[in-house]
């Protein structure tokens, strides 16, 4: 028996360690892609839910900023009216309390 290997079993050796090797980082990459795909379409599903959340928060900002103007416009028209009611109160001499 040979103590040392010869050039052909050092070739095939070499050979079979590079086609082991290629099938492994194959089935590694197709792993890695189909984590990946998964992460990926997590990612989309939590971009709708933001989407959305936004929508609603958008919304609710604009029903408190229309309600405000509403009660802004409400007080000025009463402020206008109970100046109005100071005015005939002076003209026709009956008091008004707590005006």
């Not at 194959?26 to 839910?49: C, P, S, T, Y």
């Not at 919304?59 to 802004?72: A, K």
């Amino acid at each position: 028996m040979a103590e040392h290997a010869t050039k052909q079993e050092v070739q095939e050796i070499v050979g079979k360690a590079v086609t082991d090797l290629s099938e492994i980082i194959a089935n590694f990459a197709q792993q890695v892609d189909g984590r990946f795909n998964v992460v990926e379409a997590k990612q989309h599903e939590l971009d709708n839910k933001f989407d959305r959340l936004l929508g609603t928060i958008d919304s609710f900002v604009g029903r408190i900023d229309r309600y405000e103007s509403e009660q802004l416009a409400r007080d000025s028209q009463f402020n206008r009216l109970l100046d109005w009611a100071r005015k005939v109160s002076e003209k026709t001499g009956i008091p008004l309390e707590n005006l």
